[in-house]
DNA sequence: AAGACGGGGGG
DNA sequence: CCCCCAGTCTT
């Protein structure tokens, strides 16, 4: 038994006695796969768990997300963020109906290089449907799998040697028992998420520590055997970002929210938008300029319709969400 | 490589 | 108030 295969074993194990009962992990369907990944993306799980079954039940299949009022996918997203996810998700539910399925199974695709070109679906995304919908025996990262990698394998991660992203992937692709990818991806994911915590990972409980770099390093640089914990670990200077409720992200989830309120079809006009969103309005020239740009950018996104009414000045242009 | 993109919960 | 979180897309 080498040391791989004892690291998997005991991963594998403690997965097994330990890993949360998620209900993503109780089906193997591709489409309720998608949707909580795509949830998933930057959202934590305790978050996600009741907008998916809330998703599902209004939303039970391809099909029906496929042919439903974009309005009512948005409407669905409240409280998840990144609402362009709402928008990218069905156009991806789009394609996977325009390709033939579900009479059509290969109109799902099942691989990572076919999951990759759907809107929405990155590098992560694409590996964990391939792996989790499919069974498929891929690697990829996310910032768990990344962690535990990287501290398992290389070592602390604010010491060098620096890694790439693709020595990672490469490492979690050796790390991967064959045939059991499904299990082991969950299995690695759920370890840095309960165990090795990117702040103040719990060593002392990991099923991994003898099989550690980190852990060896951490505790070679502690006499205190007994007390031994790791370092506390300092997040990363983030390049300094305008308070969250004057910037543009604040705002734009604002006028979302103003436009889900409204009955199907409605709409409204931006004199009556900007109070509901901005604290003092004053619906003047450079009020009006500033939400404009902010709804300009949504239309872009997919995430409202607005006329263009020349007829109109800028306070009677009107905004809804997509029909 | 760096920024934009939401929102909620925890320290 | 600051930080983090099952990322993706666009400069």
Same mark, same amino acid.
């Given at each position: 038994?080498?040391?791989?295969?004892?690291?998997?074993? !005991?991963?594998?194990?403690?997965? &097994?006695?330990?890993?949360?009962?998620?209900?993503?992990?109780?089906?193997?369907?591709?489409?309720?796969?998608?949707?909580?990944?795509?949830?998933? $993306?930057?959202t934590?799980?305790?978050?996600?768990?009741?907008?998916?079954?809330?998703?599902?039940?209004?939303?039970p299949?391809?099909?029906?997300?496929?042919?439903a009022?974009?309005?009512d996918?948005?409407?669905?997203?409240? *409280?998840?963020?990144?609402?362009?996810?709402a928008?990218?998700? =069905?156009?991806?539910?789009q394609?996977?109906?325009?390709?033939?399925?579900?009479?059509?199974?290969?109109?799902?695709?099942?691989?990572?290089?076919?999951?990759?070109n759907?809107?929405g @679906?990155?590098?992560?995304?694409? *590996?964990?449907?391939?792996?989790?919908?499919?069974e498929? !025996?891929?690697?990829?990262?996310?910032?768990?799998?990344?962690?535990?990698?990287?501290?398992?394998?290389?070592?602390?991660?604010?010491?060098?040697?620096?890694?790439?992203?693709?020595?990672?992937i !490469?490492?979690? &692709? =050796?790390? @991967?028992?064959?045939? $059991?990818?499904?299990?082991?991806? $969950?299995? @690695?994911?759920?370890?840095?998420?309960?165990?090795?915590?990117?702040?103040? /990972? &719990?060593?002392?409980?990991?099923? %991994?520590? +003898?099989h550690?770099?980190?852990?060896?390093?951490?505790?070679?640089?502690?006499?205190?055997?007994?007390?031994w914990? /790791?370092?506390?670990?300092?997040?990363?200077?983030k390049?300094?970002? =305008?308070?969250?409720?004057?910037?543009?992200?604040?705002?734009?989830?604002?006028? @979302?929210?103003?436009?889900?309120?409204?009955?199907? +079809?409605?709409? %409204?006009?931006?004199?009556?938008?900007?109070?509901?969103?901005? &604290?003092d309005?004053?619906?003047?020239?450079? !009020?009006l300029?500033?939400?404009?740009?902010?709804?300009?950018?949504?239309? =872009?996104? *997919?995430?409202?319709?607005?006329?263009?009414?020349?007829?109109?000045?800028?306070?009677?242009?009107?905004v809804? %969400?997509?029909?």
């Open positions: 038994m080498n040391e791989t295969s004892a690291l998997q074993t !005991d991963l594998l194990a403690w997965f &097994q006695a330990n890993g949360r009962d998620l209900p993503w992990r109780r089906t193997r369907n591709p489409y309720y796969i998608l949707v909580s990944e795509t949830m998933l $993306q930057q934590q799980v305790d978050r996600v768990i009741p907008k998916y079954e809330a998703f599902l039940a209004l939303f299949t391809v099909e029906a997300l496929a042919s009022s974009t309005a996918v948005i409407r669905s997203w409240q *409280g998840l963020g990144y609402n362009r996810r928008v990218n998700l =069905q156009r991806a539910a394609a996977i109906v325009a390709a033939g399925f579900p009479a059509d199974p290969a109109g799902f695709p099942n691989t990572p290089e076919g999951l990759r759907l809107p @679906i990155g590098a992560y995304t694409s *590996g964990a449907v391939a792996c989790f919908a499919f498929r !025996d891929v690697a990829f990262l996310d910032t768990n799998i990344r962690r535990v990698v990287r501290r398992l394998l290389v070592g602390p991660e604010d010491a060098p040697p620096a890694t790439t992203e693709q020595t990672l !490469d490492y979690a &692709q =050796q790390l @991967i028992p064959p045939g $059991q990818g499904w299990a082991w991806n $969950q299995a @690695i994911m759920e370890l840095g998420a309960l165990i090795c915590t990117a702040a103040k /990972p &719990q060593c002392w409980r990991c099923p %991994l520590n +003898q550690c770099r980190a852990y060896a390093i951490w505790r070679e640089a502690n006499t205190q055997l007994d007390m914990q /790791p370092p506390v670990i300092k997040p990363r200077k390049a300094a970002e =305008q308070p969250f409720h004057s910037s543009n992200r604040y705002f734009r989830g604002r006028i @979302i929210d103003a436009l889900r309120a409204l009955e199907a +079809q409605q709409s %409204l006009d931006l004199a009556s938008l900007g109070p509901q969103v901005k &604290q309005w004053l619906g003047n020239e450079a !009020d300029t500033w939400l404009a740009k902010l709804v300009s950018g949504l239309a =872009q996104d *997919g995430l409202l319709i607005w006329q263009y009414q020349p007829e109109q000045d800028l306070a009677g242009w009107s809804r %969400l997509p029909a």
